[in-house]
């Protein structure tokens, strides 16, 4: 006969002898060492930088799977007792809820272990990989063979994975960075248990599951990202050719106004593909955040101050913007594209500065390493800038029109200066989109601090989104209040889809708002 066992958080709705009827039935499917429930495990996947309690979003434990199988069984499971698990692949997810689900009591399926990468094929630049394989380990299996592809990853790379990244839409920084749309294929474990393989993958001793995304008939794939209607168990993903030449490039501005021209010339080199890769625009703070601290040049209350801005500036050497990209091809086209992008930058006064000028300039070798898929963790180093480990991303999409930026900086940085906080910002000039990525950094020890911080987060929401400006993406504690601002029908059409495909409503509920 079992102990009664005694939990501090249960699933929601679900009793304390049918959660322990659940975990013994985990246990004997997975082994006791695979499903965690002690205090200590289970802090390791509660662990966030959100403004918000941790109550908010502590799991009732965590479940880590080895196969498709145990997956598969792990959702009979789930439905027997109704226990909600919340997927997580490499779960760093970092400013964006880390590992933890967006409610309380869901159990964390870490599919950590499932880390295998079962083809990379150098002719067609595909691979296929499982939700544990880290970008590092990717990065790792190409060198080793020394095969001549690139990876595109988030900023903090190693510790990432291209699965996990890819289906919460996250983007890189190579021609190849937004990285859904360089997905190909899909296998999905469905909450009965049934498992879909998406595009080609449904036709038996097919192989084109990688190289053909669009299948027949509806397209499925997208479902499947910023979503809970399946746990996806590969991801077939393109990689770019090594290029025979890169030319990392970065341009400085003096001037806070200067954004406007700066994005007005960057659009049509962006949308005619000259400038191939998504070109990030890094305010001064930003590009400072990740070696200064703030307390060295201001201790005052609310935003930091101009002068103290302008002192950073000064002793680091930054411009008000800086501007990155960088062009890939043959030497001959990267040549004849340079004296164009060249040209259009410095007519607009910029300063044009290649790895010649720069040389080891850690801030530029880190961009440079970002834009060609290499290995780095060092946008971490933001954290630092004010210290006590808050971060909350916050992304509004607009047109990549120069007209956009100023008003929208004058918005965040009005609200962020009511609650004392400091504009850390970049725009990211996507193809047709900016992307206008705030981090909202805040002291979490502090819990007036983090109180204003929920509340200055909240405010940037409504204002914003009553401006026309939707998210991107957002972290766990915002989900709900993002779906909102896309309008009731789109949240219909979810509810109705996931009632369909997941009934007892056992996968991630609340991801992206979507409940049953
Ligand atoms: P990374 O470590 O690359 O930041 P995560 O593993 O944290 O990525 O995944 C980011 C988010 O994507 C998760 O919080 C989860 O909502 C979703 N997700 C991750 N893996 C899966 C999966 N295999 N199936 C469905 N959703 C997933």
Redesign the pocket.
């Known amino acids: 006969m079992k102990m009664k066992r005694e939990f501090s958080i249960l699933p929601e709705g679900v009793t304390s002898a049918n959660f322990g009827q659940a975990i013994n039935e985990f246990e004997t499917l997975l082994g006791k060492e695979s499903v965690i429930i002690n205090a200590e495990g289970v802090a390791s996947y509660a662990k966030i930088m959100l403004p918000v309690d941790d109550e908010a979003h502590q799991p009732s434990g965590a479940l880590v799977p080895r196969s498709v199988e145990d997956v598969q069984a792990i959702m009979g499971i789930c439905n027997k007792y109704r226990v909600p698990v ?9 400013g ?4 933890a689900p967006a409610t309380p009591g869901q159990m964390v399926l870490d ?1 950590r272990k499932m880390n295998r990468i079962l083809d990379v094929d150098a002719d067609l630049c595909t691979a296929l990989v499982e ?1 544990g394989v880290t970008f590092q380990q990717l990065h790792d299996y190409i060198s080793e063979r020394n095969l001549p592809l690139w990876l595109s990853c ?1 900023a903090p790379s190693a ?7 890819t ?2 839409r ?1 983007i890189g920084y190579t021609p190849y960075g937004e990285h859904f749309l360089f997905s190909c294929g899909m296998e ?1 474990v469905m909450a009965d248990g049934q498992v879909l393989k998406t595009g080609m993958g449904g036709i038996p001793n097919s192989n084109t599951w990688q190289v053909f995304k669009w299948g027949y008939g509806p397209y499925l794939d997208g479902i ?1 990202t ?3 209607m ?4 590969k991801l077939g993903l393109w990689l770019m050719p090594a290029p025979p030449a890169f030319k990392p490039f970065m341009v400085r501005f003096p001037d806070d106004g200067d954004i406007v021209k700066i994005v007005e010339t960057i659009r049509p080199l962006r949308i005619a593909q000259v400038i191939p890769n998504a070109v990030v625009i890094a305010h001064a703070l930003w590009e400072a955040g990740s070696t200064v601290v703030r307390k060295d040049y201001y201790t005052g209350e609310g935003s930091i101050s101009d002068t103290a801005i302008a002192q950073i500036r000064r002793e680091h050497n930054l411009g008000a913007w800086s501007v990155y990209a960088g062009l890939y091809g043959t030497p001959e086209q990267v040549e004849l594209n340079w004296k164009m992008v060249s040209q259009a930058f410095k007519s607009i006064g910029g300063e044009v500065l290649t790895e010649t000028e720069l040389g080891d300039n850690p801030v530029f070798q880190y961009r440079a390493s970002l834009m060609r898929g290499d290995m780095t963790l060092r946008e971490f180093g933001l954290y630092n800038w004010r210290g006590g480990g808050g971060s909350s991303w916050f992304a509004p999409v607009s047109q990549a029109r120069g007209s956009e930026t100023l008003k929208q900086m004058k918005l965040a940085q009005d609200i962020l200066g009511e609650f004392g906080f400091d504009y850390v910002a970049e725009f990211v000039v996507g193809w047709r989109d900016m992307h206008h990525i705030i981090d909202l950094l805040f002291d979490r020890t502090n819990v007036a601090e983090r109180e204003r911080a929920n509340a200055c987060f909240n405010k940037l929401l409504d204002e914003f989104s009553k401006q026309g400006y939707g998210s991107y993406r957002t972290n ?1 504690a915002y989900m709900k209040k993002v779906a909102e601002t896309f309008g009731p029908v789109k949240q219909d059409v979810e509810r109705k889809i996931k009632r369909a495909l997941d009934p007892n409503g056992i ?2 509920p609340g ?1 992206s708002g979507i409940y049953i």
């Open positions: 919340w997927p997580i692949s490499t779960g760093k997810n970092l964006y809820g880390s590992a599919l939700p988030p510790i990432a994975g291209p699965l996990g990244n289906v919460d996250g999905v499947f910023q979503s809970n399946g746990i996806v168990t766990t996968i991630a991801k």
